[in-house]
Structure formats: structure tokens, C-alpha cells
């Protein structure tokens, strides 16, 4: 075990620059695909909750397609949709390698997981309340900001915090296929060179950064929650 | 204020139908504190909700302030509405809020300036006695206060008609007083209209000028609190003042809807030679009057001769049988 340490201690200088530029690579993927997927997922989830039989708009054929679409983008395991996806990254970053070619996936993949806990945070509101700022008068935009996306914001930051946490997860998936990253690391010189060193740096990189995630949100959703 | 004429609404659920308003007229005066009473399920809600088009009729017209609703289109629908504040049971005020926070809401959908929502919202937590509790939750409230909130929001855009569905169930009976207390003060000082529905008496006899009673999705009689007191055979005044359960053969209800300092029983006894048996007997406050109501056994020739005496002299007498 002590040959192990002195072993790691010794060529952790060669190492570090290697897991600090993977570091950043991660970083670099889970904020541009938490981006992409907070904007297009929180509308997305409004909109299921709103055209659904007693939701603000009730719209069942779109209401209905988009429960397909987000299903389909649900059952599809990360890595195949990675594959299956490769030839939109290509059109889109004019590459398939690389962290900001792997935002493409990564944001697809996130989008309907996303969108699925925003319905399910949204749908905790109040139906009272929504019938009351009705009675006041409201038109629906204004419901919808100033009512429904408040009072779930709890719920929607435990949402967030959760899709970032799988987005590092599938980031690291992103790195078997070329993404860049810790996954990439852990792929190219842990597995691949069998060198062990490397192997369990990134995971305790890796699980640091989900610890991390999950104690400042779960820091936030006390913050903003005052039931 | 408000003129609704009849009203039908109907339900599906899951095939069946269900008919919660066969043909409701309500008409409620300028500046009067309506009740509707009724068990659960007898349609009150549904009333409620129609009357500020929550819920559209599915037949039947509702005019509030000369104002016919069912004929608005979308914009102008909810620009009345801003004239028709509503309370609810389970207060639906919203969670992310403070207390000023909520009481404003109603303002910024009216497009209230920022400074006047400030002052508006300091003046209602006056007039609510929340004063000190602006800047906390409603989580942080007790259901008697989450209510004055309630009252306050639904006052905010200065309307002439105040909805209120079963605003004090959800309390204990000390702060359901002090919330009936408020809403009539409200009506003597801002001349506000009041439609409130509830199952329970004791808000009728509290605070109502006029009431009806629900059954079945239709009323089975309404009209002033005073005139049904002086209705023989009231359903309203049946529940005010129950009957004794096992009265002795004989036994006459006696109600006295306006209260009388005329010595009445002495007078029978002596003009007309009847005994006169006091079995029980009590004085309420119904809607600011005092109401008599006594149970008494009147035996003699001249019976029939001093109950209509007593008739003609204001009392609503029933025979118990
Ligand atoms: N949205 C609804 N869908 C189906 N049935 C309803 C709905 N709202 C009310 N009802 C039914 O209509 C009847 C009257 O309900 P409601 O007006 O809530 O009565 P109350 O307020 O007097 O308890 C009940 O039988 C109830 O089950
Ligand atoms: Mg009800």
C-alpha cells in the first residue's frame, strides 16, 4: 500500500496536468450541454405540463408527439444515441472529436431527462394557486412566470442538479468515443495502457465533481425553498 | 350586484354526468352579505366559480354589476375579474412569496405602478392587522393569518364583490369569528358585496343579510335572513333553531324574528284563559338582530284564538307535532 502512495507521489507531477486538462474538458462539456439543456428543457417541460388535459393550453396531438419524442430521447442508451447522432455533431461543430463536438449528444441526451423532471416539478404546484391567479385575472404568460416556474423553483433546482450529475456521468461516456475529458483519460490511459494510476484519478476526480454538484445545489434548494 | 339566471352546469366523469347546477337563480343586492349553505357536493363551489366564469354554465346568464360575463371574450373577462375578489378554503396563496409579495401579486397583474403597489399593499396589511408580518412566508403563518393574507390579495385591485368559498373552514371556531368579523367590517366600511358560501349555520346566523340554501344543485329557498325567519316552514330557520326532539302534545315553536318588549305570554294567559308552559327557549344574534325563539305547551279553550294572536303580532308560530 505504501509502495502504491510513493509510487503515485512520484508521478504525480507527469499526471497532473494530464487530470487538471481533463478537469477542464468536463467542466467545459457539463456547462455548454447544461446550457443548451436548461434552454430548451425548461420549455420543453412547461410545454408538456401546459397543452396536458387540464393544463393552461390543452393541446392533445402536440401534447401527445411530444410525449413520443421525449420518450424515444429517454429509452436511448446514452452511448448508442451518441452513435446514432454522429453525423448531426458532424453538421453542427464540423467535428465528431472533442469536448465541444460531444456538447451535441450530451445536450440531446439530457434535453427529454430534463424536460421529464420539470413536468414533474411543475405538476407539484398548487392547483389552488393556479385557479386563484385565474380568478385574479392573470393571463397565462403571466402564470406561467410569475406563478408555476416560482413556485416550483425547489423542484427545479433539484432538477438541474440532477441532469448536471448525469451529464458528468455521460460526459465521461462522451470520452469512449473521442469527447476529450476524465472519461477520455480514464479510457486512453487507464484502460488502454492498463495503467491503474490513472484509472483511479479520474474516479476520485470524477466523484469529487459529482459531490460537489450535488452539496451546492442541495445548498441552493434550501436556499430558495420556503414551504 | 350580481344576477345570475338559470344556471345549469354539468360534469362528465368517466361517462357518467353529473349535474352540479339545475337551473340556479341567484340574485345578490348592492352592499349585502350573501351565504349559500349546503352540504358537500350540493354545488356550491360550482356556483361560486360561475359566477366569476371560473367554471363557464353551460346554460343561464351571469351579470356582475350590470355586466354580462358569459358574453366577454378573453381580455375583457379578465379585466372584470380584477372587479370580483375571490377567498379560498385552503387560502392558494403562493409559497414563493412574502406576505407583501402576495397582497402585490393581484396589483402587477392589474399593471400597477411599483410605488403605488408599496402603498397599497402597507395600507390592506393595516386594514387585514398584518402589518408587522410583511416580509415573512406563508409557511411561517397560522391558518387564521394565511386567511387575512387571502382577504387582503383578493382586496388589492379595490373590488366591488368579494367571492368567498368556505374562507373560514379550514379554522378553528375562534379565528373563524375573528375571520367573519373582518369580512363584515369590510362590507359596513368599504360597502363591500359579499357571496359566501359554506356548510355551516353558524356563518349564515354571523354575518348574513340574506341566504339560500343549496340541495341537489338547485336552491331549495333564499331570500333575506329576516323575511325567512318569518316564513313558516323554513328550512333556514328549522336550522337555526332545531325543534325540541320529543315535545310534549301541544308544544308550540314560538320565533320572534325582530325581538318585542311587549309582554306577550302574560297577555294570552289573561285574555285568553290558556296556560302557558315554558319548555325551553333562547335569544340569538342573527345577521345584527336579536332572535327569539321559544318552545312552549299552550293548553286551553281559547288556544287556536291566542296562537293567532300571537301571530298577528309578528310572531312566526309552528305547531309541533
Ligand atoms: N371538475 C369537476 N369534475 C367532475 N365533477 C365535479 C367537478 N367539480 C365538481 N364536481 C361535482 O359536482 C358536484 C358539486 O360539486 P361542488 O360544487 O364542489 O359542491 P360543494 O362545493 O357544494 O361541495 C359534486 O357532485 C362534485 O363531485
Ligand atoms: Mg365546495
Known amino acids: ?227 | 350586484m350580481i344576477n345570475a339566471v338559470g344556471l345549469h352546469k354539468a360534469y362528465r366523469l368517466k361517462g357518467r354526468r353529473i349535474a352540479a347546477l339545475q337551473g340556479v337563480d341567484l340574485h345578490v343586492r348592492q352592499g349585502e352579505v350573501y351565504g349559500v349553505v349546503g352540504r358537500s357536493g350540493a354545488g356550491k363551489s360550482t356556483l361560486l366559480r360561475c359566477v366569476n366564469l371560473l367554471e363557464r354554465p353551460d346554460r343561464g346568464e351571469v351579470r356582475v354589476d350590470g355586466q354580462d360575463l358569459t358574453a366577454l371574450g378573453s381580455a375583457r373577462l379578465r379585466a372584470a375579474r380584477h372587479g370580483i375578489g375571490m377567498v379560498h378554503q385552503h387560502f392558494a396563496l403562493l409559497s414563493s412569496r412574502t406576505v407583501a409579495g402576495n397582497v402585490a401579486f393581484p396589483l402587477e397583474i392589474a399593471g400597477v405602478s411599483r410605488v403605488e403597489r408599496r402603498r397599497r399593499v402597507a395600507e390592506l396589511l393595516d386594514l387585514v392587522g398584518l402589518a408587522d408580518r410583511a416580509r415573512a412566508y406563508p409557511a411561517q403563518l397560522s391558518g387564521g393569518q394565511k386567511q387575512r393574507v387571502g382577504i387582503a390579495r383578493a382586496l388589492a385591485p379595490r373590488p366591488k364583490v368579494l367571492l368567498s368559498d368556505e374562507a373560514t373552514s379550514a379554522l378553528d371556531p375562534a379565528t373563524t369569528a375573528g375571520i367573519l368579523d373582518l369580512l363584515r367590517t369590510l362590507n359596513r366600511e368599504l360597502g363591500l358585496t359579499i357571496l359566501l358560501i359554506t356548510h355551516e349555520m353558524e356563518v349564515v346566523k354571523r354575518v348574513c343579510d340574506s341566504a339560500a340554501i343549496m340541495e341537489d344543485g338547485s336552491f331549495t329557498e333564499s331570500g333575506r335572513v329576516s323575511d325567512l325567519l318569518r316564513t313558516p316552514g323554513s328550512l333556514l330557520t328549522r336550522s337555526l333553531f332545531p325543534l325540541p326532539s320529543d315535545p310534549p302534545p301541544g308544544t308550540v315553536a314560538l320565533t320572534y324574528p325582530d325581538g318585542t318588549d311587549e309582554p306577550l305570554m302574560s297577555q294570552i294567559t289573561r285574555g285568553f284563559d290558556v296556560d302557558v308552559n315554558i319548555i325551553a327557549g333562547a335569544l340569538e344574534e342573527v345577521a345584527g338582530h336579536s332572535v327569539g325563539r321559544l318552545n312552549v305547551r299552550i293548553t286551553g279553550e281559547r288556544r287556536a284564538e291566542a296562537l293567532a294572536y300571537l301571530a298577528d303580532n309578528g310572531l312566526l308560530v309552528e305547531e309541533v307535532r
Do not use: C
Open chain 1, 1 to 227: 500500500m505504501t509502495e502504491w502512495f510513493g509510487e503515485l507521489a512520484a508521478r504525480w507531477p507527469e499526471m497532473w496536468p494530464v487530470l487538471w486538462l481533463g478537469t477542464l474538458d468536463t467542466l467545459y462539456m457539463v456547462l455548454w450541454s447544461g446550457l443548451v439543456t436548461v434552454a430548451v428543457g425548461l420549455p420543453l417541460g412547461v410545454l408538456l405540463v401546459a397543452t396536458d388535459r387540464d393544463g393552461l393550453t390543452p393541446a392533445p396531438v402536440l401534447r401527445a408527439v411530444l410525449g413520443a419524442v421525449v420518450n424515444v430521447g429517454r429509452s436511448l442508451p446514452f452511448i448508442v444515441l451518441m452513435v446514432a447522432v454522429l453525423s448531426l455533431t458532424r453538421f453542427i461543430t464540423g467535428t465528431t472529436l472533442g469536448p465541444t463536438a460531444a456538447v451535441v449528444p450530451l445536450s440531446i441526451g439530457a434535453i427529454p431527462f430534463f424536460a421529464r423532471l420539470v413536468e414533474t416539478a411543475l405538476r407539484e404546484v398548487d392547483r389552488g394557486v393556479i385557479e386563484a391567479s385565474h380568478a385574479m385575472g392573470a393571463r397565462k404568460s403571466v402564470i406561467v412566470v410569475k406563478v408555476l416556474l416560482p413556485e416550483a423553483l425547489p423542484g427545479l433546482v433539484a432538477s438541474l442538479v440532477m441532469t448536471v450529475v448525469t451529464l458528468v456521468s455521460y460526459s465521461a461516456m462522451a470520452g469512449a468515443i473521442g469527447g476529450g475529458g476524465l472519461g477520455d483519460i480514464a479510457i486512453r490511459y487507464g484502460y488502454q495502457r492498463f495503467d491503474d494510476y490513472y484509472l483511479w484519478a479520474t474516479v476520485v476526480f470524477l466523484v469529487l465533481m459529482v459531490q460537489l454538484v450535488q452539496s451546492a445545489g442541495d445548498l441552493l434548494v434550501r436556499r430558495v425553498s420556503h414551504r
